[in-house]
């Protein structure tokens, strides 16, 4: 029989080695998977490479895995927030690491280690910082930029609903970047408010196919007082 | 002269607006457009975070924090929204299926080249978030922006010296003191405000205007 879900967070992420790349979900801090964080905080792993849209906010959360200075670099499209405290001290200390991607690239070469392109040419950051050094090619009359995927060896998400062969749906905006980052880990890790029996979930409703999702945690829904900068 | 002012500036924009158009309003000023598309218009709002037919702000203690904009407030859905990840959300910009987006700038220049994300300085903390990809991916790009800096200086420029966010993307730039077209044969400007004459905003400007 195959069970995805696990019973606890530190069983969710077992096995997380020194030296991972960790896609971790969440655009602010809807969709950030609190639990599975706080789990890797505890389980310990440290040289990590993040890979987010943001780099934290206040003490909690991404925040506080960039304060444990396990992470030695972050790939991300928006750092600089409000309350990104922790970050911006680490930065400017230069203790870490920073790859500013803008955000549909990041998106783009996440969805593309999930499907197996080796690389892509898109117009986004062509002329600009961002892509200099960077191959560029002219096609059909536009200039255009060649990007390389970005695979994860863990992804950490936050869905709504789960079951127990990994099948996933998502609650409003928080589904962010879940669906894609889940493809292209080799191992994706999804905290739900709640699993389901199978069947429960309609399958013309599923975002993502359990294929995708290694192991399935139910924690507890935090209060909606996640408030973001 | 009656410069306009941040709400007015958002009328000005969202006049241009039509029926039927999937737009994207940046974050800041750009922002207030929303409050000023008739409600008899069906114009239908892109958040990049993942929502399509975003609705107002929500009523205070209704704010649902898994439903945020891309500036991260709580905002509400309309009947008829859909949801969607971000690789769908940005294929949206970068596929060309967007009609509008609407930036705020440090500086645009005359062949429409778009300048903000970064002003460069180097203790600065870089971030893009999706800039990049709404400035070469919608089919229009309006910008809204005071014409003059604090300290005097035009922000529409021949040249930017900031960083660029995107190369010739820009097609309109809404100020407070006039529009302007940017066309293949130059910068249009058209709507100046009352009691500012042609001369003196070429004068403001300092870049090379042609009026109507």
Redo the contacts between chains.
Sequence with gaps: MINKIVASVAEALAGIQDGSTILIGG?????LPNALIDGLIEQGAKDLVVVN?NAGNGYTGLAALLQTGRVRKMIC?????TD?YV??EL??AKKIE?E?????????R??AAGAGVGAFY?????????AEGKETRHINGR?YVLEYPIHGDVALISAYKGDRWGNLI???????????MATAAKMAVAQVHETVELGELDPEAV?TPGIFVKRVVAVEARA?????? | MNKLNRDQMAQRVARDIPEGAYVNLGIGLPTLVANHLPADREVLLH?????LGMGPAPAKGQ??????NAG?QPVT?LPGAA?????D??AM??GGHLDICVLGAFQVSVKGDLANW?TGAP?A?????????LA??AKQVFVMMDLLTKTGSSKLVETCSY?????GCVSRVYTDLAVFDIKQDGVYATDLVDGLSFDELQRLCGVALRGN
């Design positions: 655009f602010g801090t809807a969709g849209n499209s928006f750092p600089r927030q990104s970050f911006d930065y400017r920073l500013l991607v803008p955000q549909g690239n990041l998106a783009e996440i969805r898109t117009p986004t950051g062509y002329g600009t910082l961002l200039d998502y609650r409003k905006t928080a589904r962010n970047f879940g669906p894609i975002v909606n007082a996640q408030h973001a900068a | 958040t990049e975070n993942g929502l704010e649902d924090w898994d439903l945020i991260k859905a949801y969607f990840h971000h690789a959300s940005f910009m970068r970064h203790d903390i870089p971030a893009v978030g999706g800039a990049m990809d070469i991916g960083p660029l966010t995107g190369v």
